[in-house]
């Protein structure tokens, strides 16, 4: 079972610094039928077939040792050895059936696109690329299995992409709605969670036994245990292992029905058990943020765009730049006459150039910069931009309060993550539920699913 609210921690988890370069790895081994000597002259077994692909024991052990390592300050926090086998067994199963439907949708990832993720990887964790290379088989892991990771992650959150890419609308009627409604409330929580999943047709007796176990993870925690080691002990959400933190999110993304326990609760405190369309939660709020008045400094500008084309050098471009610089600077000619007559500016030569008022980086980078080195009125001398040669002359500039158009922006996205993340999570469920997945090693099978070895 997957928490709607956590999947878009889990989908970029490998794109965030984490303390440890090599903290999260998790490397795939390739896998090949049936059982193999794996160097220590023991032999690896297929714990689990999933579709076509399997999943080794050496796959899964190399998987378990990462978690046990990051948490390595800690060990108390993690679960018994058979809960969290199970737990970072479910991620594989998961994430190898991702790929597999990425594939079929032929959903691929290049090389540079991996290279620029371990770049990222490597910067947010203030390592270069060798000394991340170097972290990784430092702790005898192939560099090869931490790029192929990358790649799954990658091609994971394509899937995402285009599966709420197809079925998430967000109407304006929605947005005004939201914004009209009592239970409509700004701000930001840091939310943690623990979730114990049912599935979509379970019985009256799972139902049961997921409550007697939310209830025993209620009772931990009233005990003294951590919040954080409980969510790893008892949740089976894919952020478990990372003590089921939601991160930063606005109150309004949280799902309705838990946006109201957490808005009653003060930072630290928890709901109680709550019964959502996928099992039970407990919700501790971490912290809380309100949000202020945005102002932001807008602009008025002008601009004449030379381009090159197949008649117009670029050396020709930037001359004819100059000289209307020029014409406009030291002749005093009219700019407006000039835009209507020169620029090849679609938008704006037929209004002699204008603008109108934006923010800084409306029109890119090369103009922010511009317009800020700017005082009122001032022509600026021709810059290069991708379109061209542009003239730009600064109007003016003046504070506006886009509060209420930021508010509409972020209803607009808490709509859309909310839906997103219904869909994915459907989603989800049903990849999980369609699919072949045969867990051969009976103590690695989660003793509440009875469906855990099945063929669909």
């Not at 090949?32 to 023991?42: E, F, L, N, R, V």
């Not at 080794?56 to 990462?66: F, G, P, V």
């Not at 479910?90 to 991996?114: P, Y």
């Not at 971490?286 to 090159?308: D, F, M, N, S, W």
């Amino acid at each position: 079972m997957k928490q709607i609210l956590a999947y878009s921690v889990l989908a970029a988890s490998i794109l965030v610094a984490v303390p440890a370069a090599h903290a999260q790895l998790m490397p795939s081994a390739q896998p090949t039928a049936g059982k193999m000597d794996i160097g220590d002259g023991s032999i690896d077994r297929i714990v689990a077939v999933v579709e076509e692909d399997v999943i080794l024991q050496s796959e899964l052990n190399e998987a378990i040792n990462a978690i046990v390592r990051q948490y390595a300050a800690n060990p108390g926090q993690l679960p018994p050895k058979d809960v969290l086998a199970r737990q970072v067994l479910d991620r594989l199963i998961l994430m190898k059936l991702q790929v597999q439907r990425a594939n079929d949708q032929n959903i691929h990832v290049t090389d540079q696109e991996i290279d620029s993720a371990a770049a990222n990887v490597a910067q947010q964790n203030k390592m270069s690329l060798d000394q991340l290379r170097g972290a990784v088989e430092q702790d005898g892991y192939s560099y090869a299995a931490f790029r192929q990771q990358l790649s799954d992650q990658i091609i994971a959150q394509r899937l995402h992409e285009s599966v709420v890419r197809d079925q998430v609308t967000v109407t304006d009627a929605e947005v005004n709605n939201l914004l009209a409604s009592p239970s409509y409330k700004a701000g930001e929580v840091h939310l943690a969670h623990i979730q114990v999943g049912t599935p979509a047709d379970a019985s009256a007796d799972a139902i049961a036994q997921a409550q007697a176990k939310a209830e025993e993870a209620v009772k931990a925690v009233k005990g003294g245990m951590d919040f954080n080691a409980a969510a790893i002990r008892y949740s089976d959400a894919p952020d478990a292992l990372d003590g089921g933190d939601l991160g930063w999110r606005r109150l309004d993304e949280v799902p309705p029905a838990f946006a109201e326990a957490v808005s009653s609760l003060k930072a630290g405190e928890t709901t109680p058990i709550l019964r959502g369309p996928t099992g039970f939660q407990v919700l501790k709020l971490i912290e809380t943020r309100q949000p202020g008045r945005q102002v932001v400094t807008e602009y008025h500008a002008r601009q004449i765009l030379i381009k090159p084309s197949e008649v117009v050098t670029p050396e020709q471009a930037e001359k004819k730049a100059q000289d209307l610089y020029t014409r406009i600077v030291d002749k005093h000619e009219d700019f407006a006459k000039l835009a209507k007559d020169d620029s090849k500016d679609n938008t704006t030569a037929n209004v002699g150039g204008d603008m109108g008022w934006f923010q800084k980086d409306a029109w890119g980078q090369a103009i922010a910069t511009q317009i800020e080195a700017l005082k009122d009125d001032e022509v600026g001398k021709p810059f290069q931009t991708d379109a061209g040669w542009i003239v730009m002359q600064r109007l003016g500039a003046r504070q506006s309060d886009v509060t209420e158009e930021s508010q509409r922006n972020q209803a607009r996205q808490a709509i859309g993550t909310r839906k997103a993340d219904e869909a994915y999570e459907n989603y989800l469920r049903e990849l999980r539920s369609t699919s072949f997945v045969d867990i051969r090693v009976p103590e690695l099978r989660d003793p509440d699913d009875k469906q855990a070895s099945a063929t669909p």
